[in-house]
């Protein structure tokens, strides 16, 4: 399958260069926020290839949903009209933005096409991705009164570069402003509305086997792909679902990019002073401070880390963070004073970025924290149960696995990266052996009296 993929991708460079430039899109997605009634504002955000300058847009058209189609001009970048953004990497961020008054309230997807795809996508029509219209979508709930209703603002890029042979980390970090619980799941891009693009191939299909492995978590949208057996670009969707009291009240399709590069290259280690894959609560009042540091993992590399939260950007009296310069250790703080108006049902989603700077095939880890404000003030003395932290991660073959916090004994399920569930059963004691399984990403889930206590990613080398 490896050898029949790298000799279509071969040919398709030879015999088609003359279309390199003529095509652009590369990934993108709809946001919207309701600001009366039946009203709507819309940002359609694209990323481009920068290059591909005869088919540059300064507006596009976005469909509302009730029959009504306008063109939208770009708001973003340098110059008069707006250029766009240079972000790196022959990539150019457009925003485009509207607002619209619909006759009458309901659900409506908001759509925009256009020709087409960028080139060389191996997993996308192959060899004719140029020849695939480019299509993104949302779906909105719109109310005749003023209710807060807004989609997903997605605070991770949508172009990420993977390496051949190696985990592949990406999480979009969704923040919705109304709180509502958000659902990820993978989707396929789109060619029109509701309409998945031709000859669509899955990644796990090419350089199918044991090694090619994709997992997304549905909670925290954390996308594993261990590993991309095969260079080039890739196309994937993620759609994002959120609900408010069971209830589905809007839907983002993020059309994204991934690229894979040949290259040797070591992941940096990410170390976080709280326990990723459990909710952890916090009361008004408190101070929640993060401690993070990361380590290069070979010689002459720098690296450097980032934060991503709705709990920055998208709240009043925001968290801060702060971090040190790029280097070969480097260490930040978050810091966030709970306020009353940050209490809410859903979590809120912090995600640490640790990035080096190998040329032409960087490699990124994440840290993911989630955590839950209640309503109840601090000074009432709630205490804050910490869940379970268990280390080495990774672990090497013929090594256990140890907690730290133990809270006695608990059901446990030990899964695949893609889901398969291998064993369950109670740990007693804070050991969890796993000198049985072969190399490879895990998936561990910790329960006691039907609640889910603790979910983590387990590295076995």
């Avoid at 607002?99 to 060389?120: E, K, V």
């Avoid at 672990?395 to 140890?402: E, M, T």
Wanted: hydrophobic residues 40%; negative net charge; charged residues 15%.
């Amino acid at each position: 399958m490896r050898t029949k993929v790298t000799m279509l991708f071969i040919l398709f460079s030879l015999t088609c260069p003359f279309v390199l430039l003529a095509t652009h899109n590369k990934a993108g997605e709809i946001r919207f926020k309701q600001i009366a009634p039946n009203t709507l504002r819309a940002w359609v955000i694209t990323y481009t290839k920068a290059s591909s300058v005869a088919a540059d847009r300064d507006t596009i058209t976005l469909c509302w949903g009730d029959g009504f189609c306008e063109r939208l001009a770009r708001i973003n970048g340098p110059g008069n009209p707006p250029q766009g953004e240079l972000i790196g990497n022959d990539t150019k961020k457009n925003i485009y933005t509207g607002t619209h008054i619909y006759a009458n309230p309901g659900f409506y997807t908001l759509s925009m096409l256009d020709p087409n795809r960028n080139s060389g996508i191996v997993n996308v029509n192959p060899p004719n991705s140029d020849q695939v219209q480019f299509c993104i979508q949302s779906k909105a709930t719109v109310f005749d009164e003023d209710v807060p209703n807004s989609s997903p603002i997605l605070l991770e890029t949508p172009i990420d570069f993977g390496i051949l042979g190696s985990p592949f980390y990406h999480t979009p970090n969704a923040h919705d402003a109304d709180g509502d619980s958000l659902v990820y799941e993978l989707a396929v891009p789109l060619q029109d509305v509701d309409t998945e693009v031709p000859n669509y191939i899955p990644l796990t299909f090419i350089g199918a086997g044991v090694e090619n492995q994709l997992f997304l978590d549905a909670f925290t949208g954390l996308l594993t792909w261990d590993s991309p057996q095969f260079p080039g670009e890739y196309n994937i969707a993620i759609k994002i679902s959120a609900y408010r009291n069971g209830i589905l009240m809007e839907e983002v399709i993020r059309d994204m990019q991934i690229l894979v590069i040949e290259a040797l290259n070591l992941a940096p280690a990410l170390l976080l002073s709280e326990n990723q894959g459990v909710i952890i609560e916090a009361h008004i009042g408190d101070m929640v401070i993060i401690q993070v540091e990361g380590n290069v993992q070979e010689p002459n590399q720098t690296i450097e880390l980032t934060a991503t939260s709705g709990l920055l950007t998208e709240v009043e009296n925001p968290a801060s963070f702060t971090a040190s310069p790029p280097g070969e250790i480097v260490t930040g703080t978050f810091n966030w004073l709970v306020q009353e108006n940050h209490a809410r049902q859903a979590p809120y989603q912090i995600v640490f970025k640790l990035k080096d700077d190998y040329p032409d095939a960087s490699y990124a880890v994440f840290g993911i924290l989630n955590y839950r404000v209640s309503s109840t003030s601090s000074d009432q003395g709630v205490a804050i149960e910490q869940g379970p932290i268990l280390f080495p991660n990774p672990v090497r073959q013929g090594q256990v696995i140890r907690f730290n916090n133990w809270p006695g004994a608990m059901h446990y399920q030990l899964f695949t990266a893609n889901g398969q569930l291998l064993e369950s059963g109670m740990i007693h004691e804070p050991v969890l052996d796993m000198v049985t399984l072969g190399t490879g990403l895990y998936v561990l889930v910790l329960e006691r009296d039907g609640h889910r206590l603790f979910y983590s990613f387990i590295s076995l080398e």
